[in-house]
C-alpha cells in the first residue's frame, strides 16, 4: 500500500518529470493526500477508510520534521485499531516544540511534552504506543467510541487497563478526562468485535441490565455454543449479527454465505432447545447505531 504513495520531491530527486505529476492530478489519475504527495485514484479508491488514513499519515507526518510524533486516532491507525465512525480528516501529532495546538488543513498539531518511552517507531515513524494513542483519542469520544478503541486494545493485548489508568493520570485536568475515565472503567476484554462494544455501551446509557459476555452454552458437556450476550435473570441471549461472518471467506472457512446461514439458524435452534433459555435476540449493524431498535428488541424479549 504504502509503495504506492508517490512523492513530488522524490521524482524531482529521481530526475523525474514532477509537471507530469500535475498533468495526471488534474485529469484524475492520481489523488492528492498532501502537498506533494499523490496517490494513483484507483488503488486510493480501493482502500478502506482505516488505509486512507494511514497513506494520509505518511504523506503527512515527514513534513514536520524528526521531533513530532504520530498520536490519537492517528497513532491508532497505523496499529490496525478499529474506530467508531469516520476516521478524521486530518492528521494527530504531538509537536513538543509548540505551545499551543494548531489545526491546519492537514493535520492537528498538539502541543505537549513527549516521554521518551512513551514512542515507538512504526514503519520509520515515531509513534506513541498504544496506551497513549488510546487515552488520547477517548478523551475525544463518547462511551460508545471509546469502548470500540479500548476493548479491541485491551483484547489484544496492546495495553492493560492499570496502564490506561496510568496514562489518564498523568493529565487529569485535560479536556476529556472524564470522559475517558468512564471509557477505561467501562472497557472490557471479552467484547470480540466493535460491534459488540458498540452494542454494550448502548445497553449500558440505556439502563439495562448488565450482561454476560462470551458465556458458554450449556455450562457442562459438548458445546452449543459461546454466545455474545447472556442475562441468565431472564433467559435471554444476545447476538451481535455482523456481516463479516456472512461476506469475507475468513470467518466462512471454506462455507458459502448461503450455508454459514443456515449453520447460525440451526446454532440458534439449539440454543432455544437449551433449560433456561427462553429467547434469542439478534441485531446488526444498523440496529446497534440506531440504537432504539435494538434496545427495544431486547425490552420485548424481557430484558430490564
Same mark, same amino acid.
Given at each position: 500500500?504504502?509503495?504506492?504513495?508517490?512523492?513530488? $520531491?522524490? *521524482?524531482?530527486?529521481?530526475? !523525474?518529470?514532477?509537471? &507530469?505529476?500535475? =498533468?495526471? +492530478?488534474?485529469?484524475?489519475?492520481? @489523488? /492528492?493526500?498532501?502537498?506533494?504527495?499523490?496517490?494513483?485514484?484507483?488503488?486510493?479508491?480501493?482502500?478502506?477508510?482505516?488505509?486512507?488514513?494511514?497513506?494520509?499519515?505518511?504523506?503527512?507526518?515527514?513534513?514536520?520534521?524528526?521531533?513530532?510524533?504520530?498520536?490519537?486516532?492517528?497513532?491508532?491507525?497505523?496499529?490496525?485499531f478499529p474506530l467508531l465512525g469516520d476516521w478524521p480528516e486530518r492528521v494527530h501529532v504531538?509537536?513538543?516544540?509548540?505551545?499551543?495546538?494548531?489545526?491546519?488543513?492537514?493535520?492537528?498539531?498538539?502541543?505537549?511534552?513527549?516521554?521518551? $518511552?512513551? *514512542?515507538?517507531?512504526?514503519? !520509520?515513524?515515531?509513534? &506513541?504506543?498504544? =496506551?497513549? +494513542?488510546?487515552?488520547?483519542?477517548? @478523551? /475525544?469520544?463518547?462511551?460508545?467510541?471509546?469502548?470500540?478503541?479500548?476493548?479491541?486494545?485491551?483484547?489484544?493485548?496492546?495495553?492493560?487497563?492499570?496502564?490506561?489508568?496510568?496514562?489518564?493520570?498523568?493529565?487529569?485536568?485535560?479536556?476529556?478526562?472524564?470522559?475517558?475515565?468512564?471509557?477505561?472503567?467501562?472497557?472490557?476484554?471479552?467484547?470480540?468485535?466493535?460491534?459488540?462494544?458498540?452494542?454494550?455501551?448502548?445497553?449500558?446509557?440505556?439502563?439495562?441490565?448488565?450482561?454476560?459476555?462470551?458465556?458458554?452454552?450449556?455450562?457442562?458437556?459438548?458445546?452449543?455454543?459461546? *454466545?455474545?450476550?447472556?442475562?441468565?435473570?431472564?433467559?435471554?441471549?444476545?447476538?451481535?449479527?455482523?456481516?463479516?461472518?456472512? @461476506?469475507?471467506?475468513?470467518?466462512?472457512?471454506?462455507?458459502?454465505?448461503?450455508?454459514?446461514?443456515?449453520?447460525?439458524?440451526?446454532?440458534?435452534?439449539?440454543?432455544?432447545?437449551?433449560?433456561?433459555?427462553?429467547?434469542?435476540?439478534?441485531?446488526s449493524w444498523a440496529d446497534a447505531l440506531r440504537k432504539d431498535p435494538l434496545v427495544a428488541?431486547?425490552?420485548?424479549?424481557?430484558?430490564?
Amino acid at each position: 500500500m504504502l509503495e504506492t504513495l508517490i512523492r513530488r $520531491d522524490s *521524482v524531482i530527486r529521481s530526475g !523525474g518529470d514532477s509537471s &507530469a505529476i500535475e =498533468r495526471d +492530478a488534474r485529469r484524475g489519475l492520481l @489523488r /492528492r493526500v498532501a502537498p506533494g504527495a499523490y496517490v494513483p485514484t484507483p488503488v486510493w479508491q480501493a482502500l478502506t477508510a482505516a488505509e486512507r488514513h494511514v497513506i494520509r499519515v505518511h504523506a503527512v507526518v515527514p513534513r514536520f520534521g524528526d521531533e513530532v510524533v504520530v498520536s490519537h486516532e492517528s497513532a491508532l491507525a497505523l496499529r490496525g485499531f478499529p474506530l467508531l465512525g469516520d476516521w478524521p480528516e486530518r492528521v494527530h501529532v504531538i509537536d513538543p516544540r509548540r505551545h499551543r495546538d494548531k489545526v491546519g488543513p492537514w493535520a492537528h498539531q498538539h502541543a505537549g511534552p513527549v516521554v521518551g $518511552d512513551e *514512542v515507538d517507531v512504526v514503519d !520509520g515513524l515515531r509513534v &506513541a504506543v498504544p =496506551r497513549q +494513542a488510546a487515552v488520547d483519542a477517548v @478523551r /475525544r469520544h463518547d462511551l460508545a467510541g471509546g469502548a470500540v478503541i479500548l476493548d479491541h486494545g485491551l483484547r489484544t493485548g496492546a495495553f492493560s487497563r492499570a496502564e490506561l489508568e496510568a496514562v489518564a493520570a498523568r493529565r487529569p485536568g485535560v479536556p476529556g478526562s472524564r470522559r475517558a475515565a468512564a471509557a477505561i472503567a467501562f472497557a472490557d476484554a471479552r467484547a470480540d468485535s466493535p460491534g459488540e462494544s458498540l452494542s454494550r455501551a448502548v445497553i449500558h446509557l440505556a439502563g439495562l441490565s448488565k450482561p454476560e459476555l462470551q458465556a458458554r452454552f450449556p455450562r457442562g458437556g459438548s458445546l452449543v455454543g459461546i *454466545v455474545d450476550f447472556w442475562w441468565p435473570e431472564c433467559g435471554v441471549i444476545g447476538e451481535f449479527d455482523g456481516e463479516v461472518k456472512y @461476506r469475507d471467506a475468513g470467518p466462512r472457512r471454506g462455507r458459502t454465505p448461503e450455508q454459514v446461514v443456515i449453520d447460525e439458524k440451526r446454532r440458534e435452534d439449539a440454543l432455544r432447545s437449551l433449560s433456561g433459555v427462553r429467547a434469542v435476540v439478534r441485531w446488526s449493524w444498523a440496529d446497534a447505531l440506531r440504537k432504539d431498535p435494538l434496545v427495544a428488541a431486547l425490552r420485548r424479549a424481557g430484558v430490564r
